[in-house]
């Protein structure tokens, strides 16, 4: 193997004395460090890299930078493969690995090449057109084989082992882009004092001063952004995050941008990740992204070894390699034409300057003579020669005679656009200019100004003292007035006459608009013939600009082609819309640190270390992670449950129930406040007295419901369901600052500070009363139910006591401060461990209460109203109270309305369903015999079958009835029998033993 | 049983190893303690109250409560302003419920006292890159341009509510975030460290 055959033997910004390998479709190669992917396959003469995405054509590099539409590869293997990175910007590394994508069985020789036959076929909306009817065919024939057939590349298939995360930051003025402009804005802002962040996207700073050769200041321009980065990293408060693309702008001088921290190395180094998300918040932005070239249509256009010519000059210039032996170029500007001269310098010969102008121009002319190169003004390429690389041109001069050039190498230019992306995040339009027969930057973003290329200055000169002065301003803007110092000088190059050309008539061949997703100049004339005649609908119709590169090289030339078309001026057919990402972003860098079991944060109660260490099985609830119930060895769950639910009828169970909602409320109002938003009454609670309370929305319907003990006159404890806990607090506090901002009330929560365990059985007592310090007398007639009280255990330590039974047994509920929770439950374990005690979890909790009929989330659905649950009389008439009215509206107080109800089977050993519909006894089942449904079930151990609740319409007054419990999305079909919510010791006798 | 003392545990209790962790070097580039022990309780004033509090709270303390998101030290005890009338005290002196029990028996009347001692886990985290680490969660700007010394805020650091504060060098922060969240945030702040070198000091809890 000949080494990097087309690597020049100096010259460029690369390391020729580090050598790295690296492969591509398994072939062993090497390049440089400083190389890119596609310089160090230039340099090996690889031009073939991809196949395209339609048509399966052949495909080589067109670019050098972000802007890449074709050269898309693979990178990485197993699970840290990535599909359609820019072989543009990968940075070479030691044993990268790359593949070529859309190819079978080889790049060069492709099996589905052959779909280029059909191309008159599988133009302008033909998805849209083909694959209308028959409906049924979309899902098993057009959707499979459509994408059998297209998209690039294959993701790994597997979860992404790296780890990635987000950051944020804070600066005066924010420097986007690093080349000539950019940096002497962040020089000029730096210098006064100013917090400044310099994100350039490339690994070098410099831009295109790394592929020109100028001079600033009188010396090379190198040597001037060496001195300018060692400047920028001394100053304290400079921050350069190179490898960083800005990818969007948002409000609030907020900007997005993705830091690839670690993907110019094999591996990221352990704790560090591969990307960073950074959210920048920026008092200013200065904008200097430069400007991307743009390529001129022609038949066959998109042959590898078709370059753009400011692509070409990057690498030679700033990779030292040779893109191709012998050149053409064809341009419609004299920026480009340097190329010639700078490709002759190093020993590439040049054939011809094809000159699109119909004016002849000096410095063109100048420039073919110094490479010694043919120079045809007012002629066009006709005809490109080879298929998978080029091999000629056939050029159409002035006078309409053909010439025919032998060449590996084209160099295109159709001059530059402004990078104007980011300027339109926030709505801006860009404007088209005539003088620069580009867009430019419209409205700006507020705080942002552009300068340099970005801004349509394309001379040096310009960039410089357009960088200084943004840079300068944008920083007295945020009050740094200090010396900016002095500005850099360089000369600006002469453009020449710009009269663009954008496409060639009558060429030979498929002439591309936009290469990543095929769109060619008879799509857009089709499409422009059907009706597309605005850009945006041209882009859905045609996908033109659709692909992963937003069509940076092909919107304009689109625009061109349909101005032609339809017979209007280029700059009133306006654009699309850029959007962020200004390019492609992993998945992976959005997530950040959320993966797995970081999704969200989990809230663990005080006893999850303990429940853990017994085995419990979680789940979970809201953010929380509770014990779903707690298996012995070998224990099937729904024994395990049955097991803890009977273990707390007979005798006495432990469930940790801190995860309630708890929030304290104080001030001499607390009372009147709570009368407010409860539906019933709380002032004349009695200190030391806990009671069930029921909230209400605005509408009627009921919030949610939960204990509140008065432990004081002025301090009460609230507690709500586990859902509910955020939404009660807000509601709570929009109640006090917004509706009666008079009242002395205080709320705070205290949900993490109190671990709180119900002890619950017919031994809970003696239990309890072996946990609290001996001076705390639990009898019945000193703590009767709902009583509550601060007692201590475990020798002083402040705890409280609520008498209160969500089982309905003789229960307790002891609330520690968290930090002693863990060894609360301990303690109780083993006082109860003489009264065979068992810890139940959330499911055994649930049984529980369906046998006692305590309406809860699922009955709590937002829907539901105090009458439906059998609260209505709850509902004070003395008081005031939000909801009060609405909820006594006809339709809210309906005795037709779904009400709670209690179910069992007919057939005990039947099984109920949730979800399912109640029909009555011999009705059809249909959505007109629906007359409500099944909410919650459980199997009972206590009865020794399957019971429920339900909504049912005049559901109170049906108890005795049969009914069909009718479930056709799991096939159950059971008659039920109505009941009274309540299964279990209806007249709650146990409670209060 | 009952005279069966109970121990405390910190929600990271054998998480929160002392050592040295991540990325190898001299010094580690984070150093992160827990505060545990520490007195909390929240403190928010009574209608029409507010001066009879801050003239109490100047008699038996000995400062002025701050006015804003600022934290200001006693001797004894710091507030931590966190909204219009509402402050968050901290306090090694008297540690755990005794803080509360010292401001209600001091500010009765005045101020709606909860001890929260046993809700809140407090890291310090310090070290050169102490603001660094912290980027990577914290979406407010540390710099002692626009975070001075005794600046405090409440925010949310990975989608977990944080109080945070600055003491007493420029280089370290008090976190206090909600006791349940605590393994999270660890994994958040280990993973986010990892790359600084980090050491964790003193017990995690006994």
Known sequence: MSSQPNRLAEGGAIDRSKTVRFSFDGQALTGHEGDTLASALLANGIKLVGRSFKYHRPRGILTAGSEEPSALVELRSGARREPNTRATTIELYEGLEASSQNRWPSLKFDVMAVSQLFAPFIGAGFYYKTFMWPAAFWEKLYEPMIRRAAGLGRGAGVADPDHYEKAHAFCDVLVIGGGAAGLAAALASARTGARVILCEEDFRLGGRLLAEPDEIDGRPARDWVEAAEAELESLPDCRILRRTTVQGVYDGGTYAAIERVNDHVPLPPAHEPRQRFWKIVAKRAVLAAGAIERPIVFGDNDRPGIMLAGAVRVYVNRYGVAPGKRAVLFADNDDAFRTAVDLAEVGVAVAALIDARKLPSAAAQAAAERA????????????????????????????????????????????????????????????????????????????????????????????LAQGHDAGAGAAAACGFTGGSGKASAAADNDRGTVSPVWQVENSRGKAFVD??????????????????????????????????????????????????????????????????????????????????????????????GWAKE????????????????????????????????????TKVG??????????????????????????????????????????????????????????????????????????????????????????????????????QYAVAGPRARDVLQAIVDPAHDLSNAAFPYLACGN???????????????????????????????????????????????????TEALGVLRIEKGHPAGAELNGQTTAHDLGFGKMLSTKKDFIGRYMAARPSLTDPARPSLVGLRPLDREDRLRAGAHLLP????????????????????????????????????????????????????????????????????????? | MSDRPLHPRSALAGIAVPGRYGAPGSEPGVTIAERVGLGLATVAARKEHGEALKQAVANVYGIDLPEGSRIVQGPRVSFVGYGPGQWLAVSEALDGEALACDLLQNLKGLASISDQSGG???????????????????????????????????????????????????????????????????????????????????????
């Open chain 1, 372 to 463: 010694g190169a043919r120079y045809l003004s007012g002629a066009v390429i006709k005809r490109v020669r080879g298929r998978q690389g080029v091999k000629g041109v056939e050029v159409r001069d002035a006078s309409g005679k053909t010439e025919s050039f032998d060449c590996d190498l084209v160099a295109v230019s159709g001059g530059w656009a402004p990078s104007l992306h980011l300027t339109t995040h926030l709505n801006g339009k860009p404007q088209w200019s005539e003088a620069l027969s580009a867009l430019a930057p419209g409205t700006l973003p507020p705080g942002m100004s552009v300068a340099g290329a970005a801004k349509g200055a394309f001379g040096l000169g310009s960039c």
């Open chain 1, 654 to 755: 432990v469930c940790d129930v801190s995860t309630l909602g708890k929030i304290d409320v104080q001030g001499s109002d607390a009372g009147t406040f709570l009368d407010r938003v409860y539906a019933n009454t709380f002032s004349v609670l009695a200190v030391g007295k806990a009671r069930y309370g029921l909230m209400l929305r605005e509408d009627g319907i009921v919030l949610d419901d939960g204990t509140t003990a008065r432990l004081a006159e002025d301090h009460y404890f609230m507690t709500t369901t586990t859902a509910n806990a955020v939404k009660v607090m807000q509601h709570l506090e929009f109640c006090q600052q917004v509706l009666w901002p008079e009242f002395d009330v205080q709320m705070v929560s205290v949900t993490e500070q109190w671990a």
């Open chain 1, 515 to 608: 290469f990543q997703n095929d769109v060619s100049v008879s799509d857009v004339k089709l499409a422009a013939r059907e009706g597309f005649r605005i850009p945006e609908h041209l882009k859905r119709y045609t996908t033109l600009g659709m692909a992963t590169d937003q069509g940076k090289t092909g919107n304009l030339n689109g625009a061109a082609v349909l101005a032609q078309a339809t017979g209007r001026y280029l700059g009133a057919v306006g654009t699309t819309t850029f959007r962020p990402p200004f390019t492609p972003v992993a998945i992976s860098a959005f997530a950040g640190h959320h993966r797995g079991q970081d999704f969200r944060p989990a809230r663990l109660a005080p006893s999850h």
């Open chain 1, 921 to 993: 006894k011999d009705a059809e089942a249909s959505a007109a015999n629906d007359q409500g449904h099944v909410t919650s079930i459980a199997f009972s151990p206590s009865l020794g079958h399957w019971l429920g609740l339900g909504l049912l319409a005049h559901g109170p007054e049906r108890h005795g009835e049969i009914l069909r419990a009718y479930d056709p999305v799991r096939g159950g079909d059971v008659p039920v029998e109505v009941r009274p919510p309540c299964f279990i010791d209806p007249e709650g006798e146990r409670l209060r033993v």
């Open chain 2, 120 to 206: 809140r886990t407090v890291l310090r985290i310090g070290g050169p890159r102490a603001r660094d680490v912290l980027a990577k969660g914290l979406p407010i700007d540390l710099d002692p341009r626009a975070f001075p010394l005794g600046s405090a805020a409440t925010s949310t650091i990975s989608l977990m509510g944080v109080q945070i504060w600055q003491t007493d060098d420029t280089r370290s922060y008090d976190i206090a975030l909600f006791r349940s969240v605590s393994a999270s945030f660890w994994r958040w702040l280990t993973a986010s460290a990892g790359e600084y070198g980090y050491e964790v000091v003193g017990a995690g809890g006994a």
């Open chain 1, 791 to 841: 007692v201590s255990v475990g020798g002083g330590i402040p705890a409280r006591v609520y008498r209160l039974s969500f089982s309905g047994e003789l229960a307790y509920e002891i609330g520690v401060p968290a930090r002693f929770g863990d060894a609360l439950v301990r303690a109780i374990m083993e006082a109860g461990a003489a009264y065979g005690i068992a810890p139940y979890g």
């Open chain 1, 614 to 649: 017994q085995g419990a099985v979680f789940v979970e609830t809201g953010p929380w992670l509770r014990a779903l119930y707690y298996p012995l060895t070998g224990e099937e769950p729904q024994d395990s449950v049955n097991r803890e639910v009977a273990n707390v009828r």
